[in-house]
């Protein structure tokens, strides 16, 4: 198997919950829908077929045990009613979970049956008999700034130290490999140890590299980058009540380490990892 280049040694900072804390497990994922929106975009296979669906029913079952009073996942905060009621229609056994299709909601938002959110989030709701998810996500677009139209031709300043990298093309080909081979639940085990955690790191390096004397095109977006994920911490925390003891937040794996260290400075909140509850990988 292809594996990337290793980059700086990363140190896991996961906190001990204190009793008066909400536990957010941050549980990191792939997009099963191949959207091809990320700067490294797996290559999921059919999450419908008969086996996929079988590992993912196991994979639930292992969430189970983290006992979530809320179900958060990475959709459009402002479409949450909309979500909800095909969330219900789930719930209701109205539609099946390896039913191909695709629900349109306004906004030009729309929910594929075979996103992440559906086939986890929504299962792991619906087997607690939650009435609903929360979507907590405010969607950003870094590259949509006209400052970015001076580098068009050249591209980022080259790097002033050497230092180890991740070839994303690299990346991409292990890390299709390796979900060729292996369960959804072990996958999952895979994304959530801490090398994996990082692999989004290499969008730090280019972008902040981005800019010359004030135009600070690579620092904006980077901006932009943490707002969306303040953002979705925002709404986590207007999500709860006094009850909710227990998280748990379903997003893809890029934005893990960020909201780790956002949770952690939130005094109410205590990250919390989701490896207990996944398989040993195989």
Known sequence: ?????????????WPTPTPEQVEVV??????????????????ADDVLGEKRQGEIEAFVSRLEQADPDRVVVERPASATNAINEVYERYRTGEVDYDED??????HETELASRNE????????????????????????????????????????PAPKRDVPRIDEETL??????RLAESTVGSYHRFLNEEAALHYNDGMFD??????????????????RWYRRN????????????????R????????HVHVLRHLFTEFPQFCPASPLPYLPRRE
């Not at 990337?4 to 900072?13: D, E, L, Q, V, Y």
């Not at 990191?28 to 959207?35: F, V």
């Not at 991409?172 to 490999?177: L, V």
Request: hydrophobic share 40%; charged share 25%; proline share 6%.
């Open 172 to 177: 991409q080909e292990s890390m299709d490999e």
């Open 26 to 43: 941050l549980l990191g994922t792939y997009h099963m829908n191949n959207p091809g929106n990320d700067a490294v975009n797996i290559t």
């Open 247 to 254: 998280v748990l937040f379903l997003v893809g794996s890029g």
């Open 101 to 106: 299709r695709t629900f349109e909601m306004e």
């Open 1 to 13: 198997m292809l594996r990337p280049k290793s980059t700086a040694r990363k140190t896991p900072t």
């Open 206 to 223: 280019e972008l902040l590299r981005f800019g010359e004397g004030t135009n600070y095109a690579g620092p904006d977006a980077l901006a």
């Open 117 to 156: 959110v559906v086939q986890v989030g929504f299962r792991l709701a619906d087997r607690h008999d939650h009435e609903r998810v929360v979507p907590v996500d405010v969607p950003e677009d870094l590259s949509d700034d006209p400052a970015f139209e001076a580098f068009a031709d050249d591209g980022p």
């Open 230 to 245: 303040l953002r979705m911490a925002h709404n986590v925390w207007q999500a709860l009540d006094d009850t909710t003891e």
